[in-house]
Structure formats: C-alpha cells, structure tokens
C-alpha cells in the first residue's frame, strides 16, 4: 500500500523558517524522483524543488532558490524541505510527490501560512 504524508507546516510570521517532512512506504523510495509542489488560493499548482533520485540533481522554482532545500533521507524514506526566508506569498498547501516510470503518488497536503 503506498502512502505519502507530509507534516511540519503550520503558521510562521514573515522571515521564519518552517521545515516540512514527507514520509514515505509501500515502493522502492531511493528509485524515485521527489517533489514538492503548492497551490495557493485561486492559483494553479507550481513546482517547488525536486529532488531527481537518490544521489540525483535538485532543482528549484526561481521564486524560492536560495531560500529553500530539499533533501533526501533514504533509510528513512523521507524527503525534507527546509523553508527560510518566508514570505506572506509563500502561503499554500503544500504536497509531496514520488514519479518513476509513469507511477505517480501524492500525499494529501500540509498548510504553511506565512503571516504577521
């Protein structure tokens, strides 16, 4: 059975720091790409950061380079995302994602607000 759950968000004023947390079971976690993605009010759903695989390359949307950093931890199937500098726009739920070969798995999402 494959469950993907994300925890860690919550409210944070703007310039702190939030870290959420993607755990993960039921595939081979170190074979496939991870993701965070969010959506915001009345917005599409962007990417975020991507992690391609175990060892494998990240990549960050420009609006959060520099502030954010997905990280892997394998033997623990779980995939980070350290959020610094957050701004009010930063405000979304965010969602982890697991792709290989046409597969693709999604957890139910976590809140992160950004406000004073």
């Known amino acids: 059975q494959v469950q993907i759950v994300e925890s860690g968000g919550g409210l944070v004023q703007p310039g702190g720091s939030l870290r959420l947390s993607c755990s993960a079971s039921?595939?081979?976690?170190?074979?496939?790409?991870m993701s965070w993605y969010r959506q915001a009010p009345g917005k599409e759903r962007e990417l975020v950061a991507v992690h391609t695989r175990a060892g494998g390359n990240t990549n960050y949307a420009d609006s959060v380079k520099g502030r954010f950093t997905i990280s892997r931890v394998n033997a623990k199937n779980t995939v980070y995302l350290q959020m610094n500098s957050l701004k009010p726009e930063d405000t979304a739920v965010y969602y982890c994602s697991a792709v290989r070969n046409g597969n693709n798995y999604w957890g139910q999402g976590t809140q992160v607000t950004v406000s004073s």
């Open positions: 039921g595939f081979t976690f170190s074979l496939y790409a």
